[in-house]
């Protein structure tokens, strides 16, 4: 059984930084590409970040660019994502899961269905 498990977040201020995690289980890690999924209030879920089987290629929507970075460790099944210069629209429940990016959006991939619990960010003016 697949479980993923989001974990890191919390209140902080605008400018402010935090490191994000994602544990998971009943997979071959290294056989997906593995991103980062918000969900703000009242929004739709919206592709964060992307990054490759073998952590060679990251992408990034533009609202994020230069402020967050995504990692993964194979070895440890875990997927990272480091998020700096925090603003307040960054706000949202934060998930990770497969992902693919077609076009210039980053999705979850048709044959991958499983979603964690996430984790929430709230970010303070």
């Known amino acids: 059984q697949v479980q993923v498990v989001e974990s890191g977040g919390g209140l902080v201020q605008a400018g402010g930084s935090l490191r994000l995690s994602c544990t998971a289980s009943g997979l071959t890690f290294d056989d997906y590409a593995m991103g980062w999924f918000r969900q703000a209030p009242g929004k739709e879920r919206e592709g964060v970040s992307c990054i490759s089987w073998s952590g060679d290629s990251t992408y990034y929507t533009d609202s994020v660019k230069g402020r967050f970075t995504i990692s993964r460790d194979n070895a440890k099944n875990t997927l990272y994502l480091q998020m700096n210069s925090l603003k307040p629209e960054d706000t949202a429940m934060y998930y990770c899961?497969?992902?693919?990016?077609?076009?210039?959006?980053?999705?979850?991939?048709?044959?991958?269905?499983?979603w964690g619990q996430g984790t929430q960010v709230t970010v303070s003016s």
């Open positions: 899961s497969a992902c693919t990016v077609l076009g210039h959006t980053i999705q979850q991939p048709l044959r991958f269905s499983y």
